[in-house]
C-alpha cells in the first residue's frame, strides 16, 4: 500500500520519472564548454506537481548525463513551470533554466497520462499502465549542474557583469514509494523544445512513479567557466532555445 494522503492533498503526489538513451554526440554538441558528457547516453525527464509558495506547480525538467570537474551528474537543460513568479528570481539567483510552459499530469486508476505543451507545441506525450510495486533501495545522492551568468550591459560582445558559473546542486534521497509504468513515450518536433530532434529516442529504459523522501540539498556556486567559449550559450541559459547559438529560435 502506497502513501495515504487526505482527499485532495498535493504533498505527496508522486513524481513521473523516465528515462532513456540517445547518442553521446548528441548531448556533448548541447553542454557548454567545461561540462562534459557522463557515462552514459542517457537522458531524464521528470514530470511533476510540487507545492511552491503554497501553491501546486505542474512542471517538467530535462536533464542528461554530465560530469563537472570529475564529478558525475546531470546537466539541467531545462524547467518548464506553470507559475510565473517563479521564473525570474529562479534564473537570477541560481541560474536555473526555467521558463513558462503547460504541464498536463494525472493518474486514473492505473493509467498514468502526462501531456507537456510549450508556445503551442506538443512536444512530449506519455501513456502507461502501474505494473508493479519496486522496492524502495537505499538511500542516493546526485548532483545537478546549472549555469549562472550575466552580459555585459553595454552590449559589449563575450563581455560579463557575472562570468558564468557553474552552479552544483547536490541533493540526498531516500525512496517513501515507487511503481513501475509499462508505457510509451512520444516526442514530437518543436522549435522551443527541440528534444526529438536534438535528443533522438534510441532505447526507452525505465519509467516509473517514485514518491522520494528529501534528506538533503545544497546550492554552492562552483568555478568559472571559459566567457569566450560559453558566448554562444549565453541566449540559451534560462529558455527552451537548447542549442549554442545567438539569436533566437527560428518559429514554424
Known amino acids: 500500500m502506497g502513501p495515504q494522503n487526505n482527499p485532495g492533498e498535493i ?3 508522486p513524481m513521473l520519472k523516465i528515462a532513456y538513451r540517445t547518442d553521446a554526440d ?8 567545461g561540462i562534459e558528457p557522463g557515462a552514459e547516453p542517457n537522458v531524464y525527464i521528470t514530470i511533476y506537481n510540487f507545492p511552491v509558495q503554497g501553491e501546486p506547480e505542474y512542471g517538467y525538467v530535462i536533464n542528461v548525463e554530465a560530469n563537472y570537474n570529475g564529478i558525475a551528474g546531470e546537466y ?9 513568479n517563479a521564473v525570474h528570481i529562479s534564473q537570477e539567483r541560481w541560474g536555473q533554466p526555467k521558463f513558462v510552459a503547460a504541464t498536463q499530469f494525472y493518474r486514473l486508476g492505473d493509467m498514468v497520462k502526462a501531456k507537456l505543451t510549450h508556445q503551442g507545441y506538443t512536444f512530449l506525450e506519455f501513456t502507461g499502465q502501474v505494473t508493479d510495486v519496486l522496492p524502495n533501495g537505499e538511500e542516493f545522492e546526485q548532483n545537478e549542474w546549472w549555469i549562472k551568468s550575466s552580459r555585459a550591459v553595454d552590449l559589449s560582445p563575450e563581455k560579463y557583469d557575472f562570468p558564468p558559473h557553474v ?3 547536490y541533493s540526498k534521497y531516500g525512496t517513501q514509494f515507487q511503481e513501475a ?4 513515450l512520444k516526442l514530437s518536433d518543436s522549435p522551443w523544445d527541440p528534444i526529438a530532434q536534438l535528443l533522438p529516442m534510441r532505447e526507452q529504459l ?19 567557466l571559459d ?7 549565453a541566449d540559451t541559459i534560462g529558455g527552451s532555445r537548447w542549442p549554442g547559438s545567438e539569436g533566437g529560435p527560428k518559429q514554424g
Open 227 to 233: 566567457g569566450k567559449a560559453f558566448w554562444p550559450h
Open 181 to 184: 509504468i509499462a508505457g510509451e
Open 76 to 84: 539541467t537543460l531545462a524547467i518548464g513551470i506553470d507559475q510565473e
Open 26 to 33: 548528441k548531448i556533448a554538441a548541447l553542454l557548454p564548454p
Open 167 to 169: 552552479v552544483r546542486v
Open 206 to 224: 525505465s519509467a516509473k512513479l517514485w514518491s522520494p523522501i528529501f534528506l538533503d540539498r545544497r546550492i554552492t556556486l562552483e568555478g568559472e
Open 11 to 13: 504533498t505527496q503526489w
